[in-house]
């Protein structure tokens, strides 16, 4: 994995002509705290945790990042988690760095209280290093408002004091952002109407890979819009109606049968099926990986709106190029998450609370402004990827070079 962002890191500077002393110190991150959690289980045993915090880069501000509850976590992959932080939270311009926490744990078999006792002790590790100006955590994979709140309530009673800022994703009542549920899904939208107006589409056809937060609340929003929702999927498989789905029946068979697949009476199509659709928007928001070399040419979709982390394999990214798809990349169509993150550390820090009409506003303005001048940059539709990677760089680089 760090392979592959040194070559990455290579490949943008070169092209961005940023020096050599530049990319190697963005080709390791600045910090990398480890500890084993120790955590009493409800029977009375004790089990042991690995557990991770990185702060790849702190060139632009405070580490920013979320925190992970999975198996297979490893310190590698927080570490470049971390880095491709940095790189999305300077697309969007926050006035962070990146960073990234993980426990290698399955949470699903732990009990409720084996999980309060698990986050507690992950706060406990690693208070020392965290804080509202040094490092802000928020949920990640297996990771909820809930967790936030007993990490939020440990730290605040090891620091003896109120800093709610030290941590983002919490529950409202905690002073947690209105809008922080839907923000990615709401940031991705504000950004697919910008290149449909680029693209003169105005009632698109949409098909949507994954159907948990981001995909759902993305379905939502653009039925809301009078776009065209065609198909929709989850791990089970999917559904296309040509003449649109209805959304809300969507959520609502969702919610009660657990999968999309028993929306009645229409078509039922595999997840393959769905990203070679003949729509006007594609967004894949379920796993990585999913357009690959052998599928991209088959892709009919105009746009791909990259919701999901890393959808798009490189070797995939070349063919839907040169098919003159544009490719809308992760770190600004998903970076909605983040932006709402900054909003309510911004709101912490301040003793203010926006109402969700102010959040939606704000977000409105910063991945419009982020598009844009992904836009300029690229210099081509194209190539929204290669321009969004030479900002970000050339973001934090202009901050380290301020400080060398
Ligand atoms: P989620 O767990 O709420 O939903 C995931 C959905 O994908 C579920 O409907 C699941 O059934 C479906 N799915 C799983 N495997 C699948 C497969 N093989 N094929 C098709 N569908 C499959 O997760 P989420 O929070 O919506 O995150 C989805 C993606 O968006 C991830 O890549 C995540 O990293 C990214 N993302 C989410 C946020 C956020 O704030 N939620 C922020 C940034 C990025």
Do not use: C
């Not at 289980?41 to 042991?48: E, L, Q």
């Not at 290093?129 to 309530?153: C, E, F, K, S």
């Not at 030290?166 to 109407?193: D, M, Q, Y």
């Not at 009645?264 to 990585?288: C, F, G, H, M, Q």
């Amino acid at each position: 994995m760090m392979e592959r962002i040194r070559g990455f890191l290579r490949e943008v500077g070169a092209k961005a002509g940023i020096e050599d002393w530049i990319i190697e110190a963005l080709s390791r991150p600045e910090k990398v705290y480890k500890a084993t959690l120790r955590v009493k289980m409800d029977d009375g045993s004790v089990r042991f945790f690995p557990a991770y915090r990185v702060q790849y880069s702190t060139a632009r501000g405070p580490a920013k990042g979320g925190i992970r509850f999975h198996p297979a976590v490893t310190e590698e992959e927080v570490t470049a988690l971390a880095f491709w932080m940095t790189i999305k939270n300077a697309v969007v311009d926050l006035p962070f760095g990146g960073g990234k926490g993980g426990v290698a744990v399955n949470p699903k078999e732990l009990s409720r209280t084996e999980l309060e006792r698990l986050s507690r002790a992950y706060v406990r590790a690693f208070a020392d290093v965290l804080g509202v100006d040094r490092d802000i955590p928020a949920p990640d994979v297996y990771t909820n408002p809930q967790i936030m709140a007993w990490m939020l309530d440990e730290f605040e009673t090891i620091k003896r004091r109120s800093e709610p800022g030290f941590i983002t994703g919490k529950p409202v009542a905690l002073g947690g952002s209105e809008g922080r549920n839907i923000a990615t899904a709401l940031g991705g939208f504000f950004v697919a109407e910008e290149v449909l107006k680029d693209l003169g589409i105005e009632r698109p056809t949409v098909a949507v890979q994954g159907f948990g937060n981001a995909g759902s609340n993305f379905a939502r929003l653009a039925a809301e819009a009078g776009w065209k929702v065609v198909a929709v999927s989850d791990s089970r498989g999917g559904v296309y109606d040509p003449d649109g789905l209805d959304v809300e029946e969507l959520l609502r068979v969702k919610k009660e049968k657990g999968s999309v697949i028993h929306y009645e009476r229409r078509k039922k199509i595999s997840n393959e099926e769905l990203l070679t659709l003949d729509v006007d928007l594609l967004v894949p928001a379920a796993i990585e990986n999913v357009i690959t070399e052998e599928n991209a040419g088959d892709v009919r979709a105009r746009i791909v709106l990259e919701l999901a982390n890393g959808p798009t394999t490189p070797e995939a990214d070349k063919v839907l190029q040169e098919r003159g798809v544009v490719v809308v990349p992760d770190v600004l169509a998903n970076a909605g998450g983040v932006t709402v993150s900054y909003f309510e550390w911004v709101q912490n820090r301040s003793g203010e609370r926006w109402s969700f009409e102010r959040v939606k506003d704000e977000l409105s303005k910063k991945m419009k402004k982020a598009y844009a001048e992904v836009k300029e940059r690229a210099g081509d539709l194209r190539k929204l990827r290669e321009g969004a990677y030479a900002l970000a760089l050339e973001r934090v680089a202009e901050a380290l070079r301020w400080r060398s």
